[in-house]
């Protein structure tokens, strides 16, 4: 059975409770403020003009979110592989939707917001990681803010460390090479994501 109106998801789902409903906010507390000091690591959900969506994950030490207001935000650019697909998002949609993770809380702060790419600004200095200084932002306007509970941490055992398996699937270079087949052999592929990678994240 397919649910095709909001009218069906209620009866299926029901209503949230009051706390739920009404825990949005537009604005930053000082708790918020607190929780992206201490997190290195986001999502950032876009969607382009035609509906098509796009998660891209986001990190750099604890703090990179940087606060320029009570209501707006800025993300730094770091090297990637220039796809660019969610700042491609941004240009047609501003729409943005960001989960802030802080690493063994099973809860996380999300803001949903307006969004727009910025090339320079002052506080680009505050952005600077090992030498790199972003070549552009994403500057959110916040819309709306709430932190979410911890029932998928929960249920999934994100954090504990007994239920990790990080050799179930095969290594990185080797899912490049078994799926995407590029022209490059699977030594030089094991040699670029080897342990000298961590060390030109920032080049």
Not at 6 to 31: I, M, S
Request: proline share 7%.
């Amino acid at each position: 059975m397919e649910i095709t109106s909001h009218e069906e998801l209620r009866d299926l789902l029901g209503t949230p409770n009051a706390r739920a409903a009404d825990k949005e906010r537009q604005r930053l507390h000082e708790r918020d403020r607190e929780w992206l000091t201490a997190s290195p690591f986001c999502l950032v959900a876009t969607a382009g003009a035609d509906g098509s969506c796009d998660v891209s994950p986001k990190g750099d030490p604890a703090g990179f979110a940087l606060v320029l207001d009570d209501t707006t935000i800025a993300l730094p650019e770091r090297p990637g592989n220039k796809r660019a697909d969610g700042y491609h998002n941004i240009i047609d949609n501003p729409h943005v939707g960001l989960l802030f993770m802080i690493p063994g809380r099973t809860d996380t702060l999300r803001i949903n917001g307006r969004a727009r790419l910025v090339g320079d600004a002052p506080w680009f200095d505050d952005m600077v990681v090992k030498g790199h200084r972003p070549v552009l932002a994403v500057v959110v306007e916040i819309e709306q803010i709430f932190y979410h509970c911890a029932k998928a941490f929960l249920r999934s055992s994100l954090w504990k460390p007994d239920t990790w398996q990080p050799d179930l699937l095969p290594s990185r270079a080797r899912l490049i090479k078994e799926v995407e087949a590029p022209a490059e052999s699977l030594e030089d592929l094991e040699r670029h994501y080897g342990p000298e990678y961590a060390k030109k994240i920032y080049v």
